[in-house]
């Protein structure tokens, strides 16, 4: 069973798709935004949460780098002339969304061919890859992971403007660089690739370090874009139908249903009685999520890289809870994380043994793993 940091319960990881800077699940961003944040040291990141800090910003300056990472990014017509604005200006906007607003890729005359690679399609399962194509990064390997393929690709870009900086699995782009102005834009449309889950396989860190080699050096101002993320839903503004004849399929959708709606209230009115709708039993699908989750951290029976995957969310958990430095793992450590967690000294001291040893070792038994499983539930256990 795996442990779900910062909880005294057990539980299976949410697979769920926040890419939130703030979360630590597999599909959170929390690895990413802290590796960009390692990476421009002299910036202080400031964060765009509102409607108003996005479509109210300020050109004056150059050598502006804003990041926005979010499953989708529906910009409205407002929004997205702030961001061409933004890059006309000289300044830099990285986007790594799945689903883009038409608003602003048809004024970049870019399409995207949107596979959404997490529709919970789980005998989709494999190991998966993408890499850097771009003749400025030397290292253009493949990195992957276990999990919903990559197929998201940009089938529409003009090359005079465009220059194709990343490959899906299939050798289609996933990632593009539009030169707008006196600025760039970079659209990526594989926002796994910045997961928890995926950066901490095997050394698909370095996707994202070479990747920030090619984003400015040392940019004016660092911005990190929480808008898209919190605001998944397509832009709400105006009226509702105004959003929904923006475009021309649902507008004759919208209508065609309007039409049918009407037929049946004046040939159905006549009814005596409404037809009884027949309600098909609720299926239980625990068991094959279940399955799943296993079979995702567990097919390869890597018994090395989940112990690691448990210590790095235990040391997290410490972290948080009883404000300690995790980096020095010595007898005053100890001291101290026993006498704040009220767990006892030598049970503390068996734990990190365990711990200690998990790390150096390159090979780890199931009795390890189990042994480690069950020193944890117990510490969360008996602690205050």
């Keep these: 069973m795996l442990v779900s940091c910062g909880s005294d319960k057990t539980s299976l990881p949410s697979l769920r798709q926040t890419f939130s800077k703030d979360d630590i699940i597999p599909f959170g961003t929390k690895v990413a935004y802290n590796l960009i944040q390692q990476t421009y040291p002299q910036n202080q990141i400031q ?11 300020s050109y004056d300056d150059t050598g502006f780098f804003c990041i926005c990472i979010a499953r989708n990014v529906f910009a409205s017509k407002d929004e997205a002339g702030s961001i061409l604005n933004y890059a006309n200006a000289g300044n830099t906007y990285f986007i790594s969304a799945e689903n883009i607003s ?8 870019v399409s995207l061919n949107g596979i959404d690679e997490y529709n919970d399609d789980w005998s989709s399962l494999k190991n998966t890859y993408l890499s850097l194509s771009s003749p400025l990064v030397k290292d253009r390997s493949g990195y992957g992971y276990f999990f919903l393929p990559f197929l998201n690709s940009f089938t529409k870009y003009d090359p005079a403007t465009t220059r194709v900086l990343g490959l899906n699995e299939e050798g289609h782009p996933d990632f593009i660089v539009i030169f707008y102005g006196k600025g760039k834009i970079f659209l990526h449309c594989a ?11 095997h050394s698909n860190y370095k996707y994202l370090q070479n990747l920030l080699a090619l984003m400015p050096a040392t940019p004016q101002h660092l911005y990190w874009d929480d808008y898209y993320y919190k605001h998944n839903s397509p832009p709400s503004s105006g009226s509702g139908l105004r959003v929904l004849f923006q475009y021309l399929a649902m507008k004759w959708a919208f209508w065609l249903s309007l039409i049918l709606l009407l037929l049946y209230i ?4 006549k009814r005596k009685q409404r037809i009884v709708p027949v309600l098909s039993p609720m299926k239980n699908t625990t068991v094959a999520y279940t399955e799943t989750v296993s079979r995702l951290y567990l097919q390869k029976k890597d018994n090395k890289n989940i112990g690691e995957k448990m210590i790095t969310y235990f040391f997290e958990y410490i972290r948080n809870q009883f404000f300690l430095n995790t980096n020095h793992l010595n007898e005053e450590f100890i001291d101290t994380l026993s006498r704040k967690s009220g767990v006892p000294k030598e049970t503390t001291a068996a734990l990190f043994k365990t711990i200690t040893d998990i790390q150096q070792q390159g090979v780890v038994s199931d009795q390890q793993l189990l042994s480690l499983n069950k020193q944890i539930e117990n510490f969360y256990k008996n602690r205050n």
Excluded: H, W
């Excluded at 038409?102 to 005359?109: A, F, I, K, R």
């Excluded at 926002?191 to 396989?201: C, K």
């Design 102 to 109: 038409s608003e602003l890729l048809d004024t970049l005359g």
């Design 191 to 201: 926002p796994g690739a910045f997961s928890n889950y995926f950066l901490l396989q």
């Design 266 to 269: 004046i040939f159905g009115g």
């Design 47 to 57: 964060e765009l949460e509102t409607e108003k800090e996005v479509a109210d910003f």
